[in-house]
Each structure stands twice: as structure tokens, then as C-alpha cells.
């Protein structure tokens, strides 16, 4: 088992800033990759920001140049640095975990954390 809590949601303006942050304990020895994804209303979930084991990243074209992923190993912890925030950016934000425990490939979820722009 692995449990995702994640923190730094809330309210913001336009054009501000925010991190959010996620802390994986239980199984991760293997980790694969941690990422970042987000569910705006009546949308599908989509990968926002990922970075795998040897530290590669990647991101959603929509947030190249505005959002940063980066991890703290020895806190087990992700964070997703977010500037220059948009409207469009308001979102609940899910981290997502992807690993093997023993010899089987799983994904977890966090519980998810409500960010809100406003314009």
C-alpha cells in the first residue's frame, strides 16, 4: 500500500503563485514515478507535471514555462510550483503515484486538493 497526502490547495488570484505538495510513505521503495494530474469540472483528468526516478520531467504543453515539478527524496515528498497562474488553471490537482510493490506494477491517487483562480 501506499498513501498520497497532499497539501497547498486553495484560493488565488491571477497572475499568482502556489505550491502544492505531496508526501508518499508505505511502499515506495520502487518508485517509478510521481506526478502531478488535474480534473476541472466536467473534464477528464489530465497529466499535468511528472517526474520519474532518474528525475526526468515532463509537462502539459499548457503549463511549459509556468509550472515546475520537484522532489525532496529525502522527505519522500513531490511539489508542483505554480506561477503566473490562469482561470483555466483552477482545478481540483490529484498526485499520483506509479511503482512496483513486489513484482506488480500499481498507481495510487491522492485524496486531491481544490485550487482556485480567480480572474
Known amino acids: 500500500q501506499v498513501q498520497l497526502v497532499e497539501s497547498g490547495g486553495g484560493l488565488v488570484q491571477a497572475g499568482g503563485s502556489m505550491t502544492l505538495s505531496c508526501t508518499a510513505s508505505?511502499?515506495?521503495?520502487?518508485?517509478?514515478?510521481m506526478a502531478w494530474y488535474h480534473q476541472a469540472p466536467g473534464k477528464e483528468r489530465e497529466l499535468v507535471a511528472r517526474i520519474n526516478r532518474g528525475g526526468g520531467t515532463d509537462y502539459a504543453e499548457s503549463v511549459k514555462g509556468r509550472f515546475t515539478i520537484s522532489r525532496n527524496d529525502a522527505k519522500n515528498t513531490v511539489y508542483l510550483r505554480m506561477n503566473n497562474l490562469k482561470a483555466d488553471d483552477t482545478a481540483v490537482y490529484y498526485c499520483?503515484?506509479?511503482?512496483?510493490?513486489?513484482?506488480?506494477?500499481?498507481?495510487?491517487w491522492g485524496q486531491g486538493t481544490q485550487v482556485t483562480v480567480s480572474s
Open positions: 508505505g511502499n515506495i521503495l520502487n518508485t517509478i514515478a
Open positions: 499520483n503515484w506509479i511503482g512496483y510493490i513486489g513484482t506488480t506494477r500499481n498507481d495510487y
